[in-house]
């Protein structure tokens, strides 16, 4: 099982970037996918969740209106476009696979298989 964080690095307030985290070494459409981050000295926490299908989507707070999760299954590929970005978005991001029960769906404990982290800074 693999999964490949990129798309991070250094932008401007108010600027954009899209996360890419590919997947390989299993049945990507069977699992749900995760992103989350880790700022430096805080806890790690759940950005957003996307459903096998897609049809069922979830974000932290306070990035709802500023990022949006999409996946392509033909391409074992999900995306993060992040846009409006702020300082305190400043953080390395992660995506992980699982099949998180509900209550799990922003937790760390709901998903199994993690990718190496992509850092994201927003500084001008």
């Known amino acids: 099982v693999q999964l490949q964080a990129s798309g991070g690095g250094l932008v401007q307030p108010g600027g954009s970037l899209r996360l890419s985290c590919a997947a390989s070494?299993?049945?990507?459409?069977?699992?749900?996918i995760g992103w989350f981050r880790q700022a430096p000295g805080k806890v790690l926490e759940g950005v957003s969740c996307?459903?096998?299908?897609?049809?069922?989507?979830s974000y932290l707070d306070s990035v709802k209106g500023r990022f949006t999760v999409s996946r392509d299954n033909t391409k074992d590929t999900v995306y993060l476009q992040m846009n409006s970005l702020k300082p305190e978005d400043t953080a390395v991001y992660y995506c992980a696979a699982g099949t998180p029960i509900i209550s799990e769906i922003m937790k760390s404990s709901g998903f199994g298989y993690w990718g190496q982290g992509t850092l994201v800074t927003v500084s001008s």
């Open positions: 070494g299993f049945a990507f459409d069977e699992f749900e």
């Open positions: 996307i459903s096998r299908w897609g049809d069922s989507i």
